[in-house]
């Protein structure tokens, strides 16, 4: 649940703040199926039986708001790194997601309450989700590394 709530949280950042790119419905659509997504986990605990702990989502909440703090040597604009490490911290975030659903696939297979069905769209649509990541990741590297990145930007891809 700390996961999916800094999952969240991360991704409705990036896509805020890459609103105006044109990469922006790609972020944004991601951004609102996480946020889907931790609702279908909560779905599956309140469904086995599992509590949502406070302190969990709170730990989350934290945990996404401190990660802003990295300190990256440029105070009042973002560096040029930023946008690659919050694509590939989310893209790491949406890898565990898709072991949270084949786990409980697993268990979903003894336990009736679970919609084996569901499950697999969700693990479909997070393999969809790592895709793009991935796409807007190589894009944001070739943007940070490549001899011409003086002149581009990550935000003008």
Same mark, same amino acid.
């Given at each position: 649940? #700390?996961?999916?709530?800094?999952? %969240?949280? !991360?991704? $409705?950042?990036?896509?805020? $703040?890459?609103?105006?790119?044109?990469?922006?419905?790609?972020?944004?659509?991601?951004?609102?199926?996480?946020?889907?997504?931790?609702?279908?986990?909560?779905?599956?605990?309140?469904?086995?039986?599992?509590?949502?702990?406070?302190?969990? =989502?709170?730990?989350?909440? #934290?945990?996404?708001?401190?990660?802003?703090?990295?300190?990256?040597?440029?105070?009042?604009?973002?560096?040029?790194?930023?946008?690659?490490?919050?694509?590939?911290?989310?893209?790491?975030?949406?890898?565990?997601?898709?072991?949270?659903?084949? %786990?409980?696939?697993? =268990? #979903?297979?003894?336990?009736?309450?679970?919609?084996?069905? $569901? !499950?697999?769209?969700?693990?479909?649509?997070?393999?969809?989700?790592?895709?793009? !990541?991935?796409?807007?990741?190589?894009?944001?590297?070739?943007?940070?590394?490549?001899?011409?990145?003086?002149?581009?930007?990550?935000?003008? $891809?």
């Amino acid at each position: 649940m #700390a996961g999916a709530t800094f999952g %969240t949280g !991360l991704a $409705q950042r990036i896509a805020h $703040q890459h609103r105006h790119s044109g990469r922006s419905a790609d972020l944004q659509r991601i951004a609102d199926e996480i946020a889907q997504d931790r609702q279908s986990l909560l779905g599956a605990m309140d469904a086995l039986g599992v509590p949502a702990r406070r302190y969990k =989502v709170y730990g989350g909440w #934290a945990a996404e708001r401190l990660g802003r703090l990295k300190p990256n040597g440029v105070l009042y604009r973002r560096s040029g790194l930023s946008t690659l490490i919050e694509l590939e911290t989310l893209r790491l975030g949406v890898e565990g997601k898709t072991l949270i659903w084949r %786990t409980l696939l697993v =268990v #979903a297979a003894g336990e009736p309450c679970l919609d084996e069905s $569901q !499950l697999h769209n969700l693990l479909d649509r997070a393999r969809g989700q790592i895709d793009t !990541l991935e796409t807007l990741r190589l894009t944001a590297a070739e943007a940070v590394f490549s001899p011409r990145a003086g002149s581009v930007t990550p935000d003008s $891809q």
